[in-house]
């Protein structure tokens, strides 16, 4: 079942919507509520809790007051501390009810000490940085002793965008309601959010269109006949190696060949040959330095799929190159080509508008300079960065990082993968796996993107720290042969 994510304007609206049909607001609060503190009691308190409920004046603090009262109910000792309400604040019938069951403290000076805290301080409803007390007020959450939870999404943090305004609370669960919010998932979301719990409480509005969906944790995986050969598994080419910078094609070339692929050719500096040839000696290798415009011709009407600009250089060397092989490109539109690293360097340079055949895999710095802006500005949006990157070159794109971004016919986020990816040739190795992948069959982008992640995931059963990209082939190759 596809799951969805929506940005706060359609959060609202959907409630609205709900609300204006059945015409309660604090029955839907109370609903909200009454499904956290089940799923508390039933699911992660193992005994009775001594539990602080921190509250702030929106709709957030209505589902902590109730929560509250719900644990009460549920034989919790449970307080709550509050920011004071202004007397016309819709609030003050709920926290008034409450109180009668329930200590209200209208300050943040924790009495004793707690099992619990629970952040119900700012909802969806934060679009603009803290103010300094506000960031107090996290900083000194943060430093309290106890299992932290958050209802909806850790205050401080954009429920848009998963950026950070500028602090924010870390939880070790977070209970979210109705539908994920596209904040929950990317940026530096998952640095905060800890464990997710989502609850479903009233039907999906058909009005809205969700800005994106979580890829799937199972897919399609290619199928081999009985009867296929190597040239029935897709040729690869991978093309770059600068002098310098050798490592990156190998790895790209062992990806390919760990998803499957029947062929694979590396043309890169000749001097890289012998190392390549050592590691795998059933790679090809030819030099870049000796093709001639013809030989490049007739070798891309034979390979299926090529990835290009790993460890290509950013000198004249590797202009030359990116120049050569690019206008080469533009003859043979029915090849799938990735685009990673140097080859993404100069497209920075151009004004050239790709098709849907090329796939494009930054990361934030890389998306920085394609479009002109600072890594700041990408990871403040990715959502709208991948957007503004297919809109200025067309194509299909990766926007890597934790909770990478995928942007093909629709919008994707990938869920799977760890902290122990984040090191060098992990991209060199997401380049290959595209290649050899679609040089086999017609499986998705975001389906390939996921394929990695699992496969650094499998390597960080045994740990994270540590991690190196030369290790992913044969856990590529266990992925995909999972039953």
Same mark, same amino acid.
């Given at each position: 079942m596809p799951q969805y994510l929506y940005d706060t304007d359609?959060?609202?609206?959907?409630?609205?919507?709900?609300?204006?049909?059945?015409?309660?607001?604090?029955?839907?609060?109370?609903?909200?509520?009454?499904?956290?503190?089940?799923?508390?009691?039933?699911?992660?308190?193992?005994?009775?809790?001594?539990?602080?409920?921190?509250? +702030?004046?929106?709709?957030?603090?209505?589902?902590?007051?109730?929560?509250?009262?719900?644990? !009460?109910?549920?034989?919790?000792d449970v307080d709550i501390y509050a920011v004071p309400l202004h007397e016309t604040s819709h609030l003050v019938p709920i926290q008034g009810h409450v109180q009668k069951t329930l200590c209200v403290y209208h300050h943040f000076d924790v009495l004793r000490d707690y099992d619990v805290y629970i952040d119900a301080l700012f909802g969806l409803g934060l679009n603009r940085p803290l103010d300094q007390t506000s960031q107090q007020l996290v900083e000194k959450f943060n430093q309290q002793k106890g299992f932290k939870i958050a209802l909806d999404i850790p205050t401080g943090l954009n429920a848009n965008t998963g950026a950070v305004m500028p602090c924010a609370i870390h939880a070790d669960l977070t209970l979210t309601s109705i539908a994920y919010k596209t904040g929950l998932f990317t940026g530096q979301a998952k640095d905060y959010i800890g464990k997710l719990h989502l609850t479903v409480l009233i039907p999906e509005d058909e009005l809205l269109i969700p800005q994106a969906q979580l890829a799937p944790a199972q897919m399609r995986r290619p199928q081999r006949m009985q009867t296929a050969h190597k040239g029935s598994?897709?040729?690869?080419?991978?093309?770059? +190696?600068?002098?310098?910078?050798?490592?990156?094609?190998?790895?790209?070339?062992? =990806?390919?060949?760990?998803?499957?692929?029947? !062929?694979?050719?590396?043309?890169?500096?000749?001097?890289?040959?012998? =190392?390549?040839? =050592?590691?795998?000696?059933?790679?090809?290798?030819?030099?870049?330095?000796?093709?001639?415009?013809?030989?490049?011709?007739?070798?891309?009407?034979q390979v299926d799929t090529v990835s290009f600009g790993m460890g290509l250089g950013r000198d004249e060397w590797g202009e030359h190159y990116y120049d050569f092989w690019l206008h080469s490109f533009k003859r043979c539109p029915h090849l799938h080509i990735t685009l990673d690293a140097d080859a993404l360097w100069f497209l920075a340079n151009s004004n050239q508008q790709l098709n849907t055949h090329?796939?494009?895999?930054?990361?934030?710095?890389?998306?920085?300079?394609?479009?002109?802006?600072?890594?700041?500005?990408?990871?403040?949006?990715?959502?709208?960065?991948?957007?503004?990157?297919?809109?200025?070159?067309?194509?299909?794109?990766?926007? !890597?990082?934790? +909770?990478?971004?995928?942007?093909?016919?629709?919008?994707?986020?990938?869920?799977?993968?760890?902290?122990?990816?984040?090191?060098?040739?992990?991209?060199?190795v997401l380049a290959g796996m595209i290649s050899g992948l679609k040089g086999q069959t017609?499986?998705?982008?975001?389906?390939?993107?996921?394929?990695?992640?699992?496969?650094?995931?499998?390597?960080?059963?045994?740990?994270?720290q540590g991690i190196q990209a030369y290790q992913m082939p044969e856990a590529i190759y266990k992925v995909l042969n999972a039953v």
């Open positions: 359609q959060m609202h609206a959907w409630e609205q919507r709900w609300v204006s049909q059945h015409g309660d607001v604090e029955g839907l609060i109370k609903q909200v509520a009454w499904s956290f503190a089940n799923y508390l009691d039933d699911q992660i308190f193992e005994n009775k809790q001594k539990i602080a409920v921190w509250c +702030g004046k929106g709709n957030n603090a209505g589902d902590g007051y109730y929560t509250a009262l719900y644990l !009460k109910q549920k034989g919790h598994n897709g040729h690869v080419l991978i093309v770059g +190696g600068h002098a310098s910078l050798g490592g990156a094609v190998m790895m790209a070339a062992e =990806a390919a060949y760990a998803t499957g692929a029947g !062929k694979v050719t590396v043309v890169c500096h000749a001097q890289h040959h012998q =190392a390549i040839l =050592a590691r795998s000696p059933n790679v090809m290798v030819q030099d870049i330095e000796t093709l001639t415009q013809e030989a490049v011709e007739e070798l891309l009407h090329y796939y494009l895999t930054p990361h934030s710095g890389e998306a920085a300079r394609l479009l002109d802006c600072t890594v700041q500005i990408i990871e403040q949006n990715r959502y709208k960065a991948i957007h503004q990157l297919k809109q200025k070159y067309g194509g299909s794109w990766v926007l !890597k990082g934790a +909770g990478s971004l995928v942007l093909e016919d629709a919008l994707w986020v990938c869920t799977a993968g760890n902290a122990g990816m984040a090191t060098a040739g992990m991209g060199d017609d499986i998705a982008l975001h389906d390939i993107v996921t394929l990695h992640a699992q496969a650094g995931d499998l390597l960080a059963q045994s740990g994270q």
